[in-house]
């Protein structure tokens, strides 16, 4: 068993967590599941590919790497404003689609139907403007240093994991103590209850669309720094979504990165025994199993 | 000249319904029971390949062939296609229709997957050719081999349509159509909600798996690729746009959205230099998905809308039980 | 004297065409406790559920003191002073009773806040004795009180009660309404929707009957324990509706 399976595993895995958050996040707010959600992950890629450019454009010394990474502050800077500009999107997409749908008291269904359509035209819109080809932030590469056991990892896979750490905690750290937090858990649980006790429910909606487009922004640049950026790069990674916040227990932050961490560390082991073109299919395994086994999932309430 | 235009037409028709069997299979899901199938194309993908399996000529290096006549291989297809609705639906349906939604997703993307890796089986990405097609002895007139096939699938739907039509009408659907509309009173009934939204489930996922086989005997060849979400895409905007609910609906919407998507993908591609025709086809996808998307927004019922049924045949009920009638209030 | 609250030809219900509360004019004096009464369907819930803003209204309007409040919409109702208590579901489960009031006393003022959770506590001894007891794990008379503690916390002029003594035992239904009597003597101008007629009327001031969707007869609470016609609009005997004389 190959032990650098642990790292693409674990690296892949907190990728599939930071977008499963923002999955469960709205599914467990909104009530609905949000297959548009990977292309905020696509678009938050594509957004800071542009914007890091457009300054490495304007300035050569931007791009150069900083330290040990393979990048320069072109990037953390686009990601601050990719961040940005993706939650602006995912409330856009709300204020046109899914908020008018809900003012109209549609079915879940037609939510979900109206995301299936969402994600097509947003996924199809970045393949007009970007084309299908693979891009990249940088061209550098880089050396895996020896982590000891038989583990290597580069110094940018090493940031990433330390960047999504921290994401995690910080945001679970605002859902539970935090008034703010407190209000999202409380119109997850009950929405006409939040309005009583004064809750502005819309202003809880609108900042779930912020987190949870934000988080999947830095999921889709982690991507695109250690693999690839590509148009479909969003519905690769749907199905994993699914199943971990499925798994984790749909509304659970804890739940979610585990079940993400867990998938992803699934999918690169299973691979070395089956394949890497199998690769897609083991989250819908996963996903089998646990609407077979327990529905609700490690932390989730059952219904 | 007009030969070609007939010719063009014919097969531009009997593509548009081997789509409206789909929709009509997505309709008993969606329409009568309101099960939400993101995975179509799935289905579809079944009943095709199995299809394929069943009826193709034996080759060296794949599983298979075992040349049986063309109905068998859509009997199978459809079989198989049901088989994998019943296993799905049965271990989504107790719980939130969207699980059901992303469950049928993950079949969607294990088919295809599935399709493209086991090799031995399915012919990996080059698929499977010399599916043999009906009336394939005429295929040396090409005029009167679309006329057969269109024929062919004329037929297929007419029947379909008709057997539905009955389903919805008989006991089975009445029960089907009250589960939907109140399920606690259907309960009281003694009615299981579950068997009949399963069964239902199948019924359609079964359609879905014929549609598959009888357009790839009606193409002659397939390939992992003709069965990506686009197509669960393409089904559920023909049924939206048609009229959820409504097998004529279904029919229509698949003969327009069809039409739609050909004479946009020609008026595009007829827009970009040649060597942009891939961006072409994504800004006509992003068009059909705003459409879809305004739909669902501006007229969720689609042209032919919701059919009451079963109010129509109880025929008239005294005023005061017609539903939408307000109760008398004594004048003040 | 304005009203503390008051509704005038309040027309309401979920859908459209359909209203259940068909024209209903009340006043709540200041520091009153209101009952309102009526047999099942009669649109109680219903009628307080359009005050709080949580069913549509039709036309009419509501008036919190000389503060129109029919289009204030419900999460901003509690900062003018409404506080509700709906019938089920009045407190989130899956938080803890601290969490839940922190929740509620998130509209006050910082500074206010700690102070008023601590009055609270020591108004509902039950509750300050494990703070960070899910709510879930709470006895229905136990959770009926942190719902209450809950809507106090942002010392409301009026409260709004929506059954509470539903499924509450006798004993724990007597606590429950000693209690919303002595919130009541402390200022709290108090509108109870009830079933249990006798609970109710033994704390009322006064009681109005809601019989489909319309205020049937209204008085004192004391004397209409003993009125037959409480018995009649509840079995709906046939008889011609009542004006109502101011």
Redesign the interface.
């Known amino acids: 068993m190959n032990p650098q399976a642990l790292m693409d595993g674990l690296i892949t895995g907190s990728m599939i967590g930071l977008g499963a958050i923002g999955v469960t996040l709205t599914y467990s707010i909104l009530r609905?599941?949000n297959?548009a959600h990977g292309e905020f992950i696509a678009w938050g890629a594509y957004i800071a590919l542009a914007v890091s450019s457009a300054l490495g454009y304007l300035s050569g010394g931007l791009l150069a790497p900083i330290g040990p990474f393979s990048f320069g502050w072109s990037l953390p800077i686009a990601a601050v404003v990719a961040v940005a500009l993706t939650g602006g999107l995912a409330l856009l997409v709300d204020a046109l689609?899914f908020g008018?749908?809900r003012a109209?008291r549609?079915t879940?269904?037609?939510m979900?139907?109206?995301s299936?359509?969402?994600a097509?035209?947003l996924r199809?819109?970045l393949?007009?403007i970007f084309?299908?080809k693979p891009a990249y932030y940088t061209k550098a590469l880089q050396i895996a240093l020896p982590l000891g056991g038989g583990l290597r990892a580069t110094p940018d896979q090493m940031l990433s994991l330390g960047v999504a750490a921290v994401l995690v905690v910080a945001v679970h750290l605002l859902l539970t103590r935090t008034?703010i937090g407190?209000?999202m858990?409380?119109v997850s649980?009950?929405q006409?209850?939040?309005?009583?006790?004064?809750?502005?429910?819309r202003k809880v909606v609108r900042i779930v669309w912020l987190l949870g487009a934000g988080l999947a922004c830095m999921a889709g640049i982690m991507a695109g720094l250690l693999v690839q950026i590509r148009p479909h790069m969003g519905?690769d990674l749907?199905?994993p979504l699914?199943?971990a916040a499925?798994l984790g227990g749909i509304g659970s932050v804890p739940g979610a990165m585990l079940a993400g961490l867990i998938v992803g560390l699934a999918e690169a082991f299973a691979v070395q025994i089956v394949?890497a073109?199998?690769r897609?299919?083991i989250?819908?395994v996963i996903?089998?199993l646990v609407?077979?086994v327990r529905?609700q999932g490690l932390f989730g309430?059952p219904? | 000249m007009s030969v070609e235009l007939i010719g063009y037409g014919c097969f531009f028709l009997t593509m548009a319904l081997t789509y409206a069997i789909m929709c009509l299979g997505l309709n008993v899901q969606w329409g009568q029971t309101g099960l939400f199938n993101v995975g179509i194309a799935g289905f579809v993908a079944i009943g095709a390949y199995v299809s394929a399996l069943l009826t193709t000529p034996d080759t060296a290096n794949r599983f298979g062939g075992f040349d049986m006549p063309i109905l068998v291989g859509w009997l199978g297809g459809a079989v198989a296609a049901a088989l994998i609705a019943f296993l799905i639906g049965a271990l989504t349906i107790r719980l939130r229709a969207d699980y059901l939604a992303i469950a049928t997703f993950g079949v969607a993307v294990a088919v295809q997957l599935s399709a493209l890796n086991l090799e031995r089986i399915t012919g990996g990405p080059f698929g499977i050719g010399f599916i043999p097609r009906p009336f394939g002895g005429y295929a040396g007139d090409p005029l009167l081999f679309s006329l057969f096939n269109l024929g062919v699938l004329i037929v297929v739907v007419v029947l379909l349509y008709l057997a539905l039509e009955r389903l919805v009408r008989s006991p089975w659907g009445r029960v089907l159509r009250a589960i939907r509309e109140d399920e606690t009173a259907a309960l009281a009934l003694g009615k299981s909600a579950v068997k009949f939204r399963l069964q239902a489930f199948a019924i359609g996922g079964g359609i879905m798996g014929l549609a598959g086989a009888v357009q790839a005997h009606f193409i002659g060849f397939i390939a992992p690729e003709n069965y990506l979400p686009m197509l669960t895409f393409q089904v559920w905007a023909m049924l939206i746009v048609g009229g959820s609910g409504n097998n004529r609906g279904a029919i229509l919407g698949a003969v327009l959205v069809w039409g739609l998507w050909a004479a946009s993908a020609s008026v595009i591609a007829s827009l970009f230099p040649p060597g942009q025709q891939a961006r072409a086809a994504a800004l006509q996808i992003v068009m059909i998905g705003v459409g879809l998307c305004a739909i669902l927004l501006l007229r969720p019922r689609g042209i032919l809308g919701e059919e009451k049924v079963v109010s129509r045949h109880l025929g008239k009920l005294p005023r005061a039980l017609r539903p939408g009638t307000k109760p008398e209030t004594p004048k003040q | 004297m304005t009203a503390a609250l008051s509704t005038r030809a309040l027309v309401a219900g979920y859908e459209r065409d359909l209203p259940i509360v068909r024209g209903v004019d009340l006043d709540v004096k200041q520091g009153e406790l209101v009952v309102v009464l009526g047999p099942n369907g009669a649109g109680k819930s219903t009628f307080v559920k359009a005050i709080a803003g949580l069913v549509p209204i039709h036309s009419g309007a509501t008036a919190l003191g000389s503060l129109d409040i029919t289009a204030v919409p419900a999460h901003q109702k509690i900062r003018h002073g409404l506080a509700f208590v709906p019938q089920t579901e009045n407190i989130f489960g899956t938080m803890s009773i601290n969490d839940n009031l922190l929740l509620a006393a998130n509209i006050l003022p910082r500074e206010k806040r700690a102070r008023r959770i601590a009055e609270l506590y020591a108004m509902f001894p039950d509750l300050a004795a494990r703070p960070s007891l899910r709510a879930g794990q709470l006895s229905g008379g136990q959770r009926q009180m942190l719902a209450v503690a809950r809507a106090l916390i942002v010392e409301p002029s009026v409260l709004i009660l929506d059954e509470p003594s539903a499924g509450l035992s006798p004993k724990i239904v007597a606590d429950v309404f000693a209690r919303l009597k002595e919130i009541n003597a402390n200022g709290v101008t108090i509108v109870l929707v009830e079933q249990n007629v006798k609970a109710a009327l033994a704390i009322a001031d006064r009681a109005v009957i809601l019989v489909e969707g319309r205020l049937r007869h209204e008085g004192p609470a004391a004397t209409l324990a003993d009125d037959p016609i409480v018995a009649e609009l509840y079995l709906g005997a046939r008889r011609e509706p009542k004006t109502v004389t101011p």
Request: hydrophobic content about 60%.
């Open positions: 609905f599941a297959f689609l008018r749908l109209q549609s879940v269904i037609i979900v139907m109206a299936f359509g969402a097509l035209t199809s819109l393949e007009f084309t299908s008034a407190r209000s858990r409380a649980e009950n006409q209850l939040s309005g009583v006790v004064g809750i502005d429910v519905l749907l199905l699914f199943a499925i394949g073109e199998w897609a299919a989250a819908f996903l089998v609407l077979l529905p309430r219904e």
